[in-house]
């Protein structure tokens, strides 16, 4: 059974630092892009981050590069998304998404390119 596991979410003042785990099972992070996907209360769901199956590209929307770290770990079989510097503006629900397909640079934050999907985590930032 394929499922990803999303944690590290939680309540953060702005200019804080929080980690998000996705852990998966029933399939390899190694061999499938993952990506994270937010959404806030009202707006629509947007890429973060996303890490191309086999040589690990990654890609970041404007609003978090500099901040956001994507990263896998094969051994645990996890990706995670180290995020500094929160902003309130960065408040959401974040999910992690898997697929199968080894996406180009344009698509990988593409929402409708992902087979699996996490449960969601929120993210609160404010103080």
């Known amino acids: 059974q394929v499922h990803n596991v999303e944690s590290g979410g939680g309540l953060v003042q702005p200019g804080g630092s929080l980690r998000l785990s996705c852990a998966a099972s029933?399939?390899?992070?190694?061999?499938?892009?993952i990506a994270w996907f937010r959404q806030a209360p009202g707006k629509e769901r947007e890429g973060v981050s996303c890490?191309?199956?086999?040589?690990?590209?990654?890609r970041y929307v404007g609003s978090v590069r500099g901040r956001f770290t994507i990263s896998r770990d094969r051994a645990k079989n996890t990706v995670y998304l180290q995020m500094n510097s929160l902003r309130p503006e960065d408040t959401a629900v974040y999910y992690c998404?898997?697929?199968?397909?080894?996406?180009?640079?344009?698509?990988?934050?593409?929402?409708?390119?992902?087979?699996?999907w996490g449960q969601g985590n929120p993210v609160t930032v404010s103080s």
């Open positions: 998404a898997a697929s199968k397909r080894s996406l180009i640079h344009s698509a990988c934050l593409d929402n409708t390119q992902y087979d699996y």
């Open positions: 029933g399939f390899s992070v190694d061999y499938n892009s």
């Open positions: 890490i191309r199956r086999g040589d690990g590209m990654t």
